[in-house]
T-cell receptor, first 116, second 109 residues
Framework: NAGVTQTPKFQVLKTGQSMTLQCAQDMNHNSMYWYRQDPGMGLRLIYYSASEGTTDKGEVPNGYNVSRLNKREFSLRLESAAPSQTSVYFC???????????????FGEGSRLTVL | KQEVTQIPAALSVPEGENLVLNCSFT??????LQWFRQDPGKGLTSLLL?????REQTSGRLNASLDKSSGRSTLYIAASQPGDSATYLCAAGANNLFFGTGTRLTVIP
């Protein structure tokens, strides 16, 4: 099993450009998440989807949009990239959906984004 | 908002030593506490998950404990090996997990 797969692994953008990060999981998990990791700040939740058809804001949602395309796929879109969005982005999934329990989190390998 | 703190930020030990990594959190109303390992340039690998009704979990040389009343968790690594060198992260929360900034462990051969 591949687990959680993210694409692309690396991307360089210019300020104002848009792009979409793709994430897919093959564990039949209900919940999916997007985090960003910055030096000295730990991982911070951007958006999450507790179940297919639902999405909610996390700690740092500004400048991002998400789409839960189906149970397997959860994409993150930057409409107008800014240098402050230079970061490493991680997608994760967990078994539980509604009820607020996260269950055990499984992560992808990360997408390293640089905005010039 | 849940605040998760990990001390120390970095730790170096000789091979074979037993060690303890610390994690503290401010809000004891958590559902889960999870420990992860992160190698440089890689994603996070789940090590142990402790649900709120549990006090500890064990996997091989790893043992994690949870004390909700004091807002603390510890990760015990027995007989450390150079391959254990990595950054160890803890995360705690209810609806969502909040992460600490990690402890970077170096095991010296």
């Amino acid at each position: 099993n591949a687990g959680v797969t993210q694409t692309p692994k690396f991307q360089v953008l210019k300020t104002g450009q848009s792009m979409t990060l793709q994430c897919a999981q093959d564990m039949n998990h209900n919940s999916m998440y997007w985090y960003r990791q910055d030096p000295g700040m730990g991982l911070r939740l951007i958006y999450y989807s507790a179940s297919e058809g639902t999405t909610d804001k996390g700690e740092v949602p500004n400048g991002y949009n998400v789409s839960r395309l189906n149970k397997r796929e959860f994409s993150l879109r930057l409409e107008s990239a800014a240098p402050s969005q230079t970061s490493v982005y991680f997608c994760a999934s967990s078994e539980y959906g509604t009820g607020g329990l996260t269950g055990e989190l499984f992560f992808g390998e990360g997408s390293r984004l640089t905005v010039l | 908002k849940q605040e998760v703190t990990q001390i120390p930020a970095a730790l170096s030990v000789p091979e074979g030593e037993n060690l303890v990594l610390n994690c503290s959190f401010t809000d004891s109303a958590i559902y889960n506490l999870q420990w992860f390992r992160q190698d440089p340039g890689k994603g996070l690998t789940s090590l142990l998950l402790i649900q709120s009704s549990q006090r500890e979990q064990t996997s091989g040389r790893l043992n994690a404990s949870l004390d909700k009343s004091s807002g603390r968790s510890t990760l015990y690594i027995a007989a450390s090996q150079p391959g254990d060198s990595a950054t160890y992260l803890c995360a705690a929360g209810a609806n969502n997990l909040f992460f600490g900034t990690g402890t970077r462990l170096t095991v010296i051969p």
